[in-house]
T-cell receptor, first 113, second 114 residues
């Protein structure tokens, strides 16, 4: 079984600043993937970034990076140079290979001027 | 390239009616997932298919829910009879397969059962 914990229900960040969204996980699977998705107010689920459990380097995708600390079972999302369009719900998720995603409860990020 | 396509985007129906949600995965993807999102339970898997075969349907709430994938390009999720507690956003997602793990979501179907 897998579990994702996101302890920050809401976060505020000023435009152009960096922000870290926390995610911790628990799993009994030796191999797994960690994902972050963005859900804006329009409702769609947008894939942001993926980290495999055996990847040696932290994943990066443009302004998004994943701070993966395997021993601590954490997979925090870092958004650099925040933009107003980054305001949304952010979900962390985990999945064993070729299997279903288990999601956290999400963090609502609000970017302010 | 077209993403995952879901229809209808919105559905309002009365309790007891049959509801059919449709999904077309991204071409070439071999896994398809149905998720449901509610305020109370968050995002949860209902069922998923690999190569059109159901693999895990443990999330299907009860016998009122059924899902099919008759071919690689089409899947349906049916609720019969529908109840108010089925009101939710239903997402379909597809995954390429092989070593590519990312699941890509459709826009969702917002279902309201009165």
């Amino acid at each position: 079984a897998q579990k994702i914990t996101q302890t920050q229900p809401g976060m505020f960040v000023q435009e152009k600043e960096a922000v870290t969204l926390d995610c911790t996980y628990d799993t009994s699977d030796p191999s797994y993937g960690l994902f972050w998705y963005k859900q804006p107010s329009s409702g769609e689920m947008i894939f942001l970034i993926y980290q495999g459990s055996y990847d040696q380097q932290n994943a990066t995708e443009g302004r998004y990076s994943l701070n993966f600390q395997k021993a601590r079972k954490s997979a925090n999302l870092v958004i650099s140079a925040s933009q107003l369009g980054d305001s949304a719900m952010y979900f962390c998720a985990i999945a064993p290979p070729a299997s279903k995603l288990t999601f956290g409860t999400g963090t609502r990020l609000q970017v302010t001027l | 390239d077209a993403g995952v396509i879901q229809s209808p985007r919105h559905e309002v129906t009365e309790m007891g009616q049959e509801v059919t949600l449709r999904c077309k995965p991204i071409s070439g993807h071999n896994s398809l997932f149905w998720y449901r999102q509610t305020m109370m339970r968050g995002l949860e898997l209902l069922i998923y298919f690999n190569n059109n075969v159901p693999i895990d349907d443990s999330g299907m709430p009860e016998d009122r829910f059924s899902a099919k994938m008759p071919n690689a390009s089409f899947s349906t999720l049916k609720i019969q009879p529908s109840e108010p507690r089925d009101s939710a956003v239903y997402f379909c997602a597809s995954r390429p397969g092989g070593f590519k793990e990312t699941q890509y979501f459709g826009p969702g179907t917002r279902l309201l059962v009165l």
